[in-house]
């Protein structure tokens, strides 16, 4: 009974790796190299796992799998997206739902020189920009938000990062 589950779980991995460009990827697997597979346990495959913040962070994470059942290995990636596919490699996709962990240990608001709201790598004097927002009309602040995004405002969480985005947002300027 489980040759026959493994044979099934196989031929199932077979139709996703014909029909690879369902997925965007491409396919060079033979019907030789299936058969070669199937009487193979277990199957090592690359996983690569990209995950997309809401900041625009992108990470990557690759590694060796072994697989024992496609049915598991399936089933243990259903929330993530399959980018492509080939006989040893999967590259999942997910959006994840948060700011990166770059951001949570050392994001901060701040300002430029120009008046753009602005996530830096640290602290906002000598740090590197990560992501732009849109140019604030400074004059219509307080001084004490002022001295903040000048200071720099830690970003520790999703719902600090969406609070201060909305702060600051009646304060843009409109391009007309």
């Known amino acids: 009974m489980r040759f026959k589950q493994q044979m099934l779980s196989w031929s199932w991995f077979a139709i996703l790796l014909i029909g690879g460009e369902v997925f ?9 190299q299936l058969n070669d597979q199937r009487n193979t346990e277990p199957l090592q495959m690359t996983v690569t796992l990209e995950r997309v913040y809401l900041d625009g962070e992108i990470s990557q994470e690759t590694f060796q799998e072994t697989v024992w059942s496609m049915e598991n290995f399936w089933a243990k990636y259903d929330q993530w997206q399959v980018l492509s596919i080939d006989e040893s490699t999967v ?14 240990g050392n994001g901060y608001f701040g300002i430029t020189d120009d008046g753009v709201l602005t996530i830096f790598n640290g602290r906002p004097d000598r740090s590197r920009i990560i992501q732009s927002f849109f140019q604030i009309d400074i004059k ?4 004490k938000a002022q001295k903040e995004l000048l200071q720099g405002i830690p970003i520790k969480n ?14 843009s300027i409109k391009k007309e």
């Open 24 to 32: 965007g990827g491409t396919s060079t697997v033979t019907a030789a």
């Open 91 to 104: 590259v999942f996709k997910q959006q994840v739902d948060d700011i990166s962990p770059l951001l949570k």
């Open 140 to 143: 219509k602040l307080e001084s």
């Open 158 to 171: 999703k719902d600090r990062y969406v609070e201060v985005l909305e702060t600051f947002k009646p304060y």
